[in-house]
């Protein structure tokens, strides 16, 4: 038989066809800032498309990241992080009411006995004459900069919207915000906010 004989009577081969691009969208931890319809209650981890964060969730502050662990384990700030989740959802249970109650009242007996938190910016007035009680800083003081600071120092976590105080402190001096949480009532705390130089000089 000759090659054009051959190739009239030879059956096709299936053409096999790679196509690119087609994997399937890695869905990835977030914690939810808010309660969603669909998605979950604010504290709640839950999978969703990586886009979804990146554009909608993650810009409008619905949702945070979920950071991989890297160390050992830090089971008091796990818990604590677990507190803070549970005191944003509406208990279900008059044991859950009862749990919450005690854990936010334990929270508030503990800023109460504290003392101020202290905060040392640059100020705009350098002066060492100047008789100035409160001097402008660079920047602001900010809730986020509370809350930072009151975990950093004493192991208390506190959702942002807890806590009230000033927008934005400006300028030194002693300031006092308010820490309210649900079934335990309200705490002030003390914060001052001193000159890096006076610090220095002291």
């Known amino acids: 038989m000759n090659l054009l004989a051959r190739s009239l009577f030879q059956t096709p081969q299936p053409t096999l066809v790679i196509r690119r691009g087609l994997k399937k969208s890695a869905k990835i931890p977030i914690t939810l800032a808010k309660s969603m319809p669909g998605l979950g209650s604010a ?30 384990r830090d089971r008091s700030a796990i818990a604590e992080q677990e507190n803070i989740a549970s005191s944003r959802k509406e208990p279900k249970s008059p044991q859950d009411v009862h749990s919450l109650a005690l854990r936010n009242q334990d929270i508030i007996s503990r800023i109460m006995g504290l003392e101020p938190l202290v905060f040392k910016r640059s100020t705009v007035n350098t002066d060492e004459n100047s008789k100035e009680d409160s001097q402008g800083i660079y920047g602001s003081l900010t809730k986020a900069d509370v809350i930072k600071e009151l975990e950093a120092k004493h192991g208390i976590i506190v959702d942002k919207s807890a806590l009230s105080m000033d927008d934005k402190i400006k300028s030194t001096g002693d300031y006092t915000c308010t820490v309210k949480l649900i079934y335990a009532g309200q705490a002030s705390l003390k914060c001052k906010v001193v000159s890096e130089v006076a610090e220095s000089q002291a």
Do not use: C, D, F, S
Not at 58 to 72: C, F, S
């Open 43 to 72: 504290g709640t981890v839950v999978y969703v498309n990586k886009a979804y964060m990146r554009h909608e969730l993650y810009p409008k502050h619905l949702a945070e990241y979920v950071i991989a662990r890297t160390g050992p």
